[in-house]
């Protein structure tokens, strides 16, 4: 089952809550498609799934085990480089859209604090989990997507490092918290009767 704007907006607010100011501590890609993060807080150990699959994208806490590769894939390494020891200043959901962006701080080379966002996009078969710098430049993603030739859609973002990041484009869909009760009222009484 997909993971739906309205469930994901819940999700993310109980990440909030819980990973606020938590410390990276481990960080791993037990499968192509997914980075489990282990996180501290003051009082207790938390294991992060960020899963980029295309039919069950999502975001969650788990205590489920999982078997790590010998040796870790790039995208691992990378985050690791970027993120081990940072900690989490806000977890935020793109209204109405299935986004999550974790703000991070962290250490770079020279040992500065550094501003990084990791972003999950949970949208389907085009999900996706990029790591940006402070500016919104890409610096990697899962899936990379370099070129809108065969894809059928002419509007599809490119994804690579080094270009700034830019939202999904928003579905055309109303949006109910922007509706007054007598307008959502009409809406459902029109929907078809199986909706």
């Known amino acids: 089952m997909s993971l739906d704007a309205a469930t994901l907006a819940l999700v993310a607010g109980e990440l909030k809550n819980t990973l606020l100011d938590a410390k990276i501590d481990k ?47 790039g995208f691992c390494m990378l985050l690791r480089k970027h993120l081990a020891g940072g900690r989490v200043l806000s977890v935020e959901q793109t209204h109405l859209e299935r986004v999550v962006t974790f703000t991070l701080e962290a250490l770079n080379e020279l040992g500065d604090r550094v501003e990084r966002k990791l972003v999950l996009e949970a949208i389907g078969r085009r999900s996706n989990l990029l790591l940006l710098d402070g500016d919104g430049r890409i610096l990697d993603c899962l899936r990379r997507v370099d070129s809108n030739l065969g894809s059928g859609s002419a509007n599809q973002r ?6 700034f990041y830019r939202l999904p484009q928003p579905q055309d869909k109303l949006d109910p918290t922007a509706q007054d009760r007598a307008a959502l009222e009409e809406l459902l009484a029109q929907a078809p009767e199986e909706a």
Request: proline fraction near 9%; include cysteine; hydrophobic fraction near 35%.
């Open 27 to 73: 960080i791993f890609e037990p499968t192509r498609d997914e980075v489990l993060m282990t996180l501290r807080t003051r009082t207790e150990t938390h294991r992060l799934l960020l899963s980029a699959r295309s039919g069950s994208a999502r975001v969650c806490l788990t205590k489920e085990s999982f078997e790590n590769p010998l040796t870790p894939p």
């Open 158 to 163: 490119m994804l690579l490092p080094g270009m």
